[in-house]
């Protein structure tokens, strides 16, 4: 057993500013020692992304208390009876699904949608069903099997990917959600080609992510909606050719700008009223991927007619359809070669005892990425 500091989420629906109702509570706990296939990681860093946030506001129910946090990255400390893949010292990015590799959908190439990984992060527990955090004698909840917002955690081997130990952990972190999910949904999901035309409708981690991976896919024109503007350079600087500020004239815009419409619509929001909004900006024959989450209670409403005849395609991508021991190296070494500018998507780095504050920044939609930093 070792002691760490966490940052524990004690109750969800707690009003804004953060920084006064205070969620999270960051508190020294007890860390069990990993069990078979599983292993310990020293925290090095780890992003604030809105999945957290859907859980701090209650829109994404989730057991509690939790240790929360899921957009990591570290460097292993102690491996588990049964794991081979992995060693002391290695630095490693976590995937938010551990795949069992014997499900259907792990067997169909589709690990992110694994059943038995998206069971035990619903219970809030490892795929092994244990709980390793504790306060008090009392177990904490896990979150996506990661539990990214502390010192130390305890995963299971197949949450983990070898990356290169030349990357920056700060920015390693980043690409176990933000960019897995927004350059997967246009490669892996949309299938985006050279040369066709993408729009992306909304400028968080996960849509800058999705306009960087449209750039180095080769498509042209990307288009970038977002009512912030202070985010629109940023947009342009990394790969959109057009920036909107969206509103009731987008759709029309996008159409002028394409031609009749986009290819492919990437909607990075959680919004059923943007994801319409993307649907309508595209082509016949278009394709739209929905992205964010939104909250359970919405519903979209679409002509159902255009699906059939107008040949369009809406889909669903989580994790931006990853195989993260595939794309989380490919996409390493795109950010490597210089074709996918991962750096911009750094807003901002900060303390553990920052944490709430750093969710208040996140809610008012004012800057990129956040990412908390630990002391080695």
């Known amino acids: 057993m070792i002691r760490t500091r966490a940052a524990i989420l004690e109750r969800s629906g707690l009003p804004a500013p953060y920084a006064v109702s205070r969620p999270l509570t960051v508190a020294e706990v007890d860390l069990a020692p990993p069990g078979p296939g599983e292993v310990l990681v020293r925290v090095a860093a780890a992003g604030l992304c809105h999945s957290d946030l859907s859980v701090i506001d209650g829109s994404r129910a989730r057991p509690l208390p939790m240790v929360l946090g899921h957009e990591a990255a570290g460097v292993v400390v102690e491996v588990g009876p049964g794991v081979r893949a992995l060693r002391p010292d290695d630095p490693v990015v976590f995937s938010v699904v551990p795949a069992c590799g014997g499900c ?165 929001v959680g919004s059923a009223t943007v994801l319409a909004q993307a649907y309508a900006a595209t082509r016949r024959g278009g394709t739209t991927v929905a992205v964010g989450l939104p909250h359970p209670q919405q519903m979209l409403t679409i002509p159902a007619v255009s699906l059939v005849g107008e040949e369009r395609t809406l889909m669903g991508s989580y994790l931006g359809g990853a195989v993260p021991r595939r794309d989380i190296p490919r996409y390493v070494a795109l950010y490597q070669a210089g074709l996918l500018p991962a750096d911009r998507l750094l807003g901002g780095t900060l303390r553990l005892d920052e944490i709430n504050d750093g969710f208040d920044v996140l809610a008012s939609a004012t800057t990129t990425r956040q990412v908390v930093v630990f002391d080695s």
Do not use: W
């Open 104 to 268: 259907v959908p792990c067997q169909s190439g589709r690990p992110a949608l694994c059943e038995p990984g998206a069971a035990a992060n619903t219970a809030g527990t490892l795929v092994s069903g244990r709980r390793p955090f504790s306060r008090a004698g009392v177990e904490l909840h896990q979150h996506l099997g990661v539990s990214g917002f502390s010192e130390y955690t305890v995963v299971a081997a197949d949450s983990l990917v070898v990356v290169d130990r030349t990357l920056p952990l700060d920015r390693a972190a980043l690409f176990g959600c933000a960019l897995l999910t927004g350059v997967g949904a246009v490669v892996n999901t949309a299938r985006a080609r050279p040369g066709t035309s993408v729009v992306v409708f909304g400028l968080g981690g996960v849509g800058l992510a999705a306009v960087m991976g449209a750039r180095a896919a080769g498509c042209h024109p990307v288009l970038a909606v977002d009512p912030v503007t202070a985010k629109h350079q940023l947009a342009r600087e990394i790969g959109a050719s057009h920036v909107l500020d969206g509103g009731p004239d987008t759709v029309g815009g996008i159409r002028d700008l394409t031609g009749g419409g986009a290819d492919t619509a990437i909607e990075a």
